[in-house]
């Protein structure tokens, strides 16, 4: 159930008015795969983008698959945070970056390069026109990162805090 609700409110914050490309699905993929199991990690971004690409609508099925898999890419950054080295909220902000380039790398590819000659100058060119969505990529992954990973911890200490004042001798 609480999949379902997850999945619903990600999918509804995409028609809340923002700027371009500040979406929740790549930041979900991240979170999902620090704490569940891979197959909800996988199952909840794809779920979420599909259920809202249902109201907004869908593209191309080529462009589809290059958008779908670089969300998915965030659940490599999540398997990466779930590892117990290093600083967990360096490997997030780490995750949430490295997951809006590589977004921005393989989608921009996939929509503009068809659009320009079939040469590094056409890349370039492709590249450069993809830029203003760049923006929106970082701070919407960074943003929902925060909230999601922010919003755990905060509930998770306050159960622990909780559960220390029923069960004093704990």
């Not at 869908?58 to 490599?76: D, E, K, N, P, R």
């Amino acid at each position: 159930m609480i999949y379902l609700f997850i999945v619903l409110v990600a999918a509804a914050s995409r028609f809340v008015p923002h700027i371009p490309n500040f979406a929740p699905i790549t930041a979900l993929a991240i979170f999902s795969a620090a704490y569940l199991p891979k197959k909800q990690a996988i199952v909840i971004p794809l779920a979420a983008r599909f259920v809202s690409d249902l109201f907004i609508g869908f593209f191309a099925w080529q462009l589809m698959l290059a958008v779908y898999a670089s969300h998915l890419l965030g659940v490599l950054f999540g398997l990466w945070i779930k590892q117990e080295k290093g600083s967990r909220w360096l490997k997030i902000f780490a995750s949430s970056v490295g997951a809006s380039l590589l977004f921005f790398a393989i989608t921009n590819f996939a929509f503009l390069y068809v659009q320009y000659p079939h040469n590094f100058s056409g890349i370039v060119q492709a590249y450069v026109a993809g830029m203003p969505f760049l923006k929106g990529t970082v701070l919407g992954d960074l943003t929902y990162s925060v909230v999601l990973f922010g919003a755990y911890a905060l509930a998770k200490n306050w159960a622990a805090q909780r559960s220390l004042t029923k069960n004093p001798s704990l």
